[in-house]
């Protein structure tokens, strides 16, 4: 993976071209932005033209082609095993980076997922990051920067990555053979990420949206026993329950466009629903259930317990 290869972070990479250029790469980095708009694969793009024996990232020597497929023996990646990163995946790192290089000028590593470092772990790495072993180079990677520690934020250098933009995810579905219309309801749904969008082309958020979005508009705090059952239902998978945010966030967009006869509809198979549901929510109510889907959204990034930011949210979308 090369730095031309990856779309919409010319900002993040641009700074990164430049330490590389000038041989002044911090020791520690964190990429920070929204699951799926590029991080790691920028990550593997800098260790790639870190490591390259020809110009830089060439994507075709040993070196890059090894990076590729993630089997080069002087990069490292650490991935959460379950729930966390353990102090045990952490201490087994220090080991790989207390030794030379085998082939490459430096060790690398990627941590992907540095929010779900346990408190052991992190302490583990603290001391790596306040005491690098010789000429390491360590890219930490997250999607919910405020679960990371303090200490640990304050010793990397931290790269922000943008939500790709709607256009350039639908652009890029369209020319891998998706159509139009699902492209660009994938990437309204996407909340920036790539790699949603994809996930949602291939499955079922789509073509369920609609018995969703009846079932959630139909909920009624005269009867709170199918609102708590939808909780409980959608809480079961954390990624579930995000997409239903988005899908809930997209729908609400298009309400208020209905109101203010904008053109710029993305759900536009489901008008008679938006129509059926416009006719009983001016537009500071919809404002309201805008912000609570917002609120809610922000609740599960943070850790949030799922099914009660679910069952918030529901009731304030249940509230005439």
């Known amino acids: ?22 041989g002044r790469l911090a020791h520690a980095y964190l990429f920070e932005g929204v699951e799926g708009c590029g991080k790691k694969a920028t990550a593997l793009a800098l260790i790639e033209a870190a490591f390259c024996s020809t110009s830089g990232g060439c994507g075709l020597c040993s070196s890059c082609r090894k990076i590729r497929s993630l089997q080069h023996p002087d990069m490292h990646l650490i991935e959460p095993d379950g729930a966390f990163i353990k102090i045990d995946q952490i201490r087994s790192l220090q080991k790989e980076l207390a030794y030379r ?38 890219i930490l990677i997250t999607s919910q920067p ?13 790269l922000f990555f943008h939500g790709l933009p709607e256009e350039m995810i639908t652009s890029y579905l369209v020319n891998t053979g998706i159509d139009g219309e699902s492209a660009h309801l994938a990437a309204s749904l996407a909340g920036g990420s790539m790699k949603n ?25 005269g009867d709170i026993t199918p609102l708590f059952q939808a909780a409980e239902e959608l809480a079961a998978e954390k990624e579930k329950a995000l997409e239903t945010i988005e899908v809930l966030t997209s729908f609400l967009r298009d309400l208020l466009l209905l109101g203010a006869e ?18 009983g929510l001016n537009r ?31 009731m304030r979308l249940a509230e005439r």
């Open 101 to 138: 290089p085998f082939e490459a000028p430096k060790k690398a590593c990627i941590i992907d997922g540095a929010e779900r470092l346990n408190q052991a772990a992190g302490n583990a790495l603290l001391k790596t990051l306040e005491e690098p072993s010789g000429n390491a180079l360590i």
């Open 262 to 279: 904008g053109t710029d509809i993305v759900n536009t198979d489901l008008l008679p629903l938006l129509e059926q549901l416009g006719k």
């Open 197 to 221: 969008a994809l996930e949602i082309t291939k499955g079922t958020v789509i073509s369920e949206r609609k018995q969703l979005l009846t079932r959630l508009f139909g909920l009624s705090t």
């Open 1 to 22: 993976m090369s730095f031309a290869e990856i779309l919409g972070q010319d900002a993040p990479i641009g700074i990164l071209k430049r330490s590389l250029t000038t």
């Open 284 to 314: 500071a109510r919809i404002m309201e259930k805008i912000e609570n889907v917002a609120s809610a959204k922000t609740a599960l990034l943070r850790n949030v317990n799922t099914r009660l930011a679910l069952e918030v949210l529901f």
């Open 146 to 158: 405020s679960g990371v520690l303090p200490t640990i934020l304050s010793r990397c250098q931290r």
